[in-house]
């Protein structure tokens, strides 16, 4: 695997950290000097993300505030290929199902206004 693919993968696991997140975790340890160019990287894919948060909370608060929730909601947490994706792509094909994108669950402070 190269160096690339891995930081792509780190990325996606925890990129997009919103800054005080990212701050409260630094507060309560140090990363190793070696994962420095990786800790960067994310703190820096949050702050770029950061703008476009303020702007969904602004757009979408709204609506939200309005929204109906189900009284049973179905979320499903799990490990990497533990058989989550395949989970929820057959929730997906349920037409009375709401599910969100896999790819837009790595940023939700933008996904909602990040959605195609």
Same mark, same amino acid.
């Given at each position: 695997m190269a160096g690339g693919d891995l930081l792509v993968d780190r990325l996606v696991a925890?990129?997009? #950290? !919103?800054?005080a997140v990212l701050l409260r975790g630094l507060q309560l340890r140090r990363p190793a000097l070696s994962c420095w160019r990786v800790g960067l990287v994310m703190?820096?894919?949050?702050?770029l993300v950061e703008p476009l948060a303020w702007l969904q909370s602004w757009l979408w608060a709204?609506? #939200? !505030?309005?929204?109906?929730?189900?009284d049973?909601?179905?979320?499903v947490i799990g490990h990497w290929r533990s058989g989550t994706i395949y989970l929820h792509q057959l929730l997906a094909c349920d037409p009375t199902?709401?599910?969100a994108r896999n790819s837009l669950t790595t940023a939700p402070q933008?996904?909602?206004l990040l959605k195609p």
């Amino acid at each position: 695997m190269a160096g690339g693919d891995l930081l792509v993968d780190r990325l996606v696991a925890g990129g997009f #950290l !919103r800054p005080a997140v990212l701050l409260r975790g630094l507060q309560l340890r140090r990363p190793a000097l070696s994962c420095w160019r990786v800790g960067l990287v994310m703190g820096l894919s949050g702050l770029l993300v950061e703008p476009l948060a303020w702007l969904q909370s602004w757009l979408w608060a709204r609506r #939200l !505030r309005k929204a109906e929730l189900p009284d049973d909601p179905i979320v499903v947490i799990g490990h990497w290929r533990s058989g989550t994706i395949y989970l929820h792509q057959l929730l997906a094909c349920d037409p009375t199902l709401a599910t969100a994108r896999n790819s837009l669950t790595t940023a939700p402070q933008v996904a909602l206004l990040l959605k195609p």
